[in-house]
C-alpha cells in the first residue's frame, strides 16, 4: 500500500495553544489529502480536505500542503479539550484509492 | 439522510467459523470501500469498488477473505475461516467518484468491531 506516515504521538497541549500535526506521503501521483478526526470508539469524521498546494482555513484549522516536499499538515488553533482524538491523515492516490496514516493522538488539557 | 450502515455492530465468534459483515452505501454514491483498524496497523485498506466492480482487492490479506458487491448499494466483507489475528474493527466507506477524476471525500460507516476468540 501506499505509504502515508505520520508521528503517532501522543501530543498533548494546553488549552488554548496550537496543535501542529504533520504527515508525509510518498506516492507523488497522489491527487487529494484529507484530514480525519477520530474518537475512541466512533468512526472516523471528515475535517479538512486540501488539493492544491498552500494553506486552506476554515475556522480554527488551517491545513497546508507542499507537494514538492511531499508534506500536508494541520494547525489546530485556540485547541479546546473536545478536540482530543486520534487524527488521521489521508491521501487519494491517483487510482482513486484512500489511503490512511496511523493518526496521531492528540490532548488538549484543559 | 441516512448514513453508511454496517452490521453487525459487534460480533463475537470461535476460531474457524465463517463471518460475514455487511455494509449499505449511501445513496447516490458510487465507490466502496473496506478498511480494517487495529492499534498496530492502523486503518489497512482491503479492497475498493468502484460501480459494482472490484478495482484493487491487494489489500485482502489472504484467500479466507472475499468481498462481493451484488448490486450498487450493498457489499459483503465474508471471513471464512476465521482465525483470532482477524480481531478488528471493519469499517466500509463510500464516496462519489466521477468519471472524470473528481472524488468526494469518504464517509465511513460506524464499524464492525470482530472479536474472534
Known amino acids: 500500500q501506499k505509504e502515508v506516515e505520520q508521528n503517532s504521538g501522543p501530543l498533548s497541549v494546553p488549552e488554548g495553544a496550537i496543535a501542529s500535526l504533520n504527515c508525509t506521503y510518498s506516492d507523488r501521483g497522489s491527487q487529494s489529502f484529507f484530514w480525519y478526526r477520530q474518537y475512541s470508539g466512533k468512526s472516523p469524521e471528515l475535517i479538512m480536505f486540501?488539493?492544491?498546494?498552500g494553506d486552506k482555513e476554515d475556522g480554527r484549522f488551517t491545513a497546508q500542503l507542499n507537494k514538492a516536499s511531499q508534506y500536508v499538515s494541520l494547525l489546530i488553533r485556540d485547541s479546546q479539550p473536545s478536540d482530543s482524538a486520534t487524527y488521521l491523515c489521508?491521501?487519494?492516490?491517483?487510482?482513486?484509492?484512500?489511503?490512511f496514516g496511523t493518526g496521531t493522538s492528540l490532548t488538549v488539557i484543559p | 439522510d441516512a448514513g453508511v450502515i454496517q452490521s453487525p455492530r459487534h460480533e463475537v465468534t470461535e476460531m474457524g467459523q465463517e463471518v460475514t459483515l455487511r455494509c449499505k452505501l449511501i445513496?447516490?454514491?458510487?465507490?466502496l470501500f473496506w478498511y480494517r483498524q487495529t492499534m498496530m496497523r492502523g486503518l489497512e485498506l482491503l479492497i475498493y469498488f468502484n460501480n459494482n466492480v472490484p478495482i484493487d482487492d491487494s489489500g485482502m490479506p489472504e484467500d479466507r477473505f472475499s468481498a462481493k458487491m451484488p448490486n450498487a448499494s450493498f457489499s459483503t466483507l465474508k471471513i471464512q475461516p476465521s482465525e483470532p489475528r482477524d480481531s478488528a474493527v471493519y469499517f466500509c466507506?463510500?464516496?462519489?467518484?466521477?468519471?472524470?477524476?473528481?472524488?468526494?471525500?469518504?464517509?465511513f460507516g460506524e464499524g464492525s468491531r470482530l472479536t474472534v476468540l
Open positions: 445513496s447516490g454514491h458510487n465507490s
Open positions: 466507506a463510500s464516496s462519489s467518484h466521477a468519471a472524470g477524476g473528481y472524488t468526494g471525500e469518504l464517509f
Open positions: 486540501i488539493y492544491s498546494n
Open positions: 489521508a491521501v487519494r492516490s491517483a487510482g482513486n484509492q484512500f489511503y
